[in-house]
């Protein structure tokens, strides 16, 4: 058969047209010649239609031609590339739109020059207009926290909220953390994700959980509320040597309201409820504790001596089994001297 246009003789590919005339006169894709795309100066954050997102440049312009651009459903698998020069603070690029036509392959370019402009995006501008929906407040139980555990629960909350974010949680951010001679308060963002991390802290550091609820105003003819979530830690800390049914114990771990400990005379594990624990029953945590040197040992007793005045002490171990080091950890707790397990 004869083209209709060129007139050689050969395989008609469509409209009386053989494949050459076809594609001189058919654009399989086409565009706007100048895209803009947002960035958040503050986070480097993209806006794409209405959403952020923190992904590489080179994706989200990808994402904006692909948006931007009309392509023929005639192409298959469609490919696009694109290579950019900055010049006078926008980026002169040159966009390659490949695909398939049945087994030919086909790639048109076009010229694109795209502006960078700068906004300031939504969860920026909550954060550094002060916006929370939460406050995490941790109080000690009839006593003051130390500088480290004020430290622990500071990184245990920016770990968390760092992890949420990765995670993908772009809207929670820490506003605001005030450190009080009571304690310390967190102002976040999510009071849902504040919960979660107000929950966690009660079962890693034990103690009471209570949360409140104060209304700020109204929102879509609906009443706005901010959340207040108080853990309370109790007055025994981890490692903390208390008394206790006429026993001395140490405590290994807290979990809500329940106290791992150990027998210090026997070694046992035992599990108690906190809420037994006073305060006058605690003889202090770490502080207490001192090395002594091991003289000798026997089946039931070692004996042991004090390394700064040299006076030695014999007591009953816990265990029968043998002590292996020359340096033990010990506390003296209402005269009586006990091994410290490690």
């Known amino acids: 058969m004869f083209c209709v246009e060129c007139g050689k003789e050969g395989p008609i590919f469509r409209n009386g047209v053989c494949l050459s005339c076809y594609l001189k006169h058919t654009q399989f894709s086409k565009g706007p010649a100048i895209l803009d795309i947002t960035c958040c100066p503050r986070c480097s954050s993209y806006k794409n239609k209405n959403t952020w997102i923190h992904e590489p440049f080179h994706d989200i312009l990808k994402r904006h031609i ?6 023929s459903p005639e192409l298959k698998n469609v490919e696009i590339r694109t290579k950019c020069n900055e010049q006078n603070r926008v980026l002169l690029c040159t966009v390659s739109i490949s695909g398939f ?34 406050i995490i407040q941790i109080r000690a139980e009839k006593r003051a926290f130390t500088d480290e555990e004020l430290q622990t629960f500071r990184s245990t909350v920016e770990n968390i909220v760092e992890q949420n974010q990765k995670d993908g949680k772009r809207g929670l951010f820490i506003t605001d953390i005030d450190v009080k001679r009571e304690g310390l308060d967190f102002f976040l963002s999510k009071k849902t994700t504040a919960f979660s991390i107000a929950k966690k802290l009660q079962e890693q550091f034990g103690g009471n959980f209570k949360q409140s609820a104060s209304m700020v105003g109204m929102k879509d003819s609906r009443e706005v509320y901010r959340m207040t979530y108080l853990v309370r830690i109790p007055a025994y800390r981890n490692g903390d040597f208390f008394s206790y049914d006429d026993s001395f114990l140490m ?16 070694w046992t594990k035992r599990v108690i409820d906190g809420n037994e624990i006073l305060p006058s029953k605690i003889f202090g945590g770490k ?32 265990t029968s089994t043998p002590v292996n080091t020359q340096i033990v950890k010990t506390v003296r707790l209402d005269d009586f001297l006990f091994l410290v397990p490690e």
């Open 101 to 134: 036509l049945q087994e030919y392959q086909i790639t048109e370019q076009h010229s694109l020059t795209v502006r960078i402009r700068h906004n300031t995006c939504n969860i920026c501008s909550r954060e550094a207009g002060g916006y929370y929906e939460a």
């Open 287 to 318: 502080e207490l504790i001192r090395e002594m040197i091991v003289v000798s040992q026997s089946k039931n007793e070692i004996q042991l001596m004090d390394p700064k005045i040299y006076t030695t002490v014999e007591i009953r171990k816990p």
């Open 251 to 266: 405590i290994v771990s807290l979990h809500e309201h329940k106290v791992r400990c150990i027998d210090l005379s026997t």
């Open 66 to 71: 692909k948006d931007a651009f009309s392509i």
